[in-house]
């Protein structure tokens, strides 16, 4: 059976959203000792250079000099590096502060703003079922906002600094890869900068004696760029709502995570939030499968 680029996109999405819910928290929560601001750093210095290196594999570079000849893309991907960059600080402050359940209703939410994007900006369809399911995720949302003890502050943010930035990736078109690429160039300046003032006030994890933290403190370039490959060939393939859909992978792996294996709060009332939003999920998917 032939897979169209629509099911090749909904894996992609899947998978992507996988990785981030799960290995991604485990792995940020893991190195969570290093400081967030250090974390930080160095997921921006070897993101940079593993697409510096696939860059030149895949000889991709008179792609890159293309998009910089364009200047409503290269503002645009200015504008989003400053948004992922934002992104990637609250969500490593989330995890390293016991805040994953916070942080996972950010993502939460983003979806529906990912639907409400796509109709408005893209075109994609809302049927009834689409609209029920929306519908169902927007009472769970406020439902779990009223019983929170506290504004999750750190949820909101990821929320509209994630969402926006994939509205502006997906009004450019540019490839995945190369993309983030130019964004992380454009993160390296303040990288640097804050890398220098940590050194000298000698608040750094990092030493070139320790090479078992030096490899691990690599991985968080390939932590950065496979989901984010994943996520966003997803988003090119099977479009902004669908993607947006399956996106809730995400903040669930976290929840289950943040609950049950760092034994954060999870109340009844999380719990029942948690359950409408499947049940809107499973309608919506089961929506795209008939339609598709």
């Not at 750190?154 to 930035?165: E, M």
């Amino acid at each position: 059976m032939k897979i169209t680029n629509f099911s090749k996109g909904i894996i992609s999405s899947s998978s992507g959203s996988l990785w981030w819910g799960v290995i991604g928290t485990y792995y940020f929560k893991y190195v969570s000792f290093v400081g967030t601001f250090e974390v930080v750093v160095h997921r921006c210095l070897w993101t940079a250079l593993i697409l510096l290196i696939t860059t030149t594999i895949f000889n991709k570079w008179k792609i890159l000099k293309e998009i910089f000849f364009s200047k409503k893309k290269v503002l645009i991907l200015f504008v989003t590096s400053v948004l992922i960059f934002g992104n990637w600080s609250i969500w490593i402050y989330a995890v390293s502060t016991n805040k994953i359940i916070d942080a996972s209703f950010g993502y939460f939410i983003f979806p529906i703003i990912s639907v409400f994007f796509g109709y408005i900006f893209f075109k994609e369809k809302l049927n009834k079922k689409r609209i029920v399911s929306i519908t169902l995720i927007l009472i769970s949302i406020l439902y779990l906002l009223l019983n929170f003890n506290s504004l999750p502050w750190v949820g909101f943010a990821v929320a509209f600094l994630w969402s926006i930035y994939t509205l502006l990736r997906k009004k450019i078109n540019v490839d995945t890869d190369i993309g983030l690429f130019i964004e992380s160039l454009f993160m390296l300046p303040i990288a640097f900068i804050i890398f220098y003032l940590i050194f000298q006030n000698n608040l750094n994890d990092f030493s070139l004696t320790n090479p078992s933290l030096m490899a691990l403190l690599f991985l968080a370039g390939p932590m950065t760029v496979i989901p984010l490959f994943l996520y966003m060939k997803g988003i090119q393939f099977s479009g902004l709502g669908p993607s947006g859909m399956i996106f809730f992978i995400t903040p669930t792996g976290q929840f289950l995570l943040g609950f049950f294996y760092y034994n954060e709060t999870f109340s009844t009332d999380k719990f029942i939030s948690f359950i409408l939003i499947w049940i809107a999920v499973f309608i919506y998917l089961k929506d795209l499968y008939e339609i598709n």
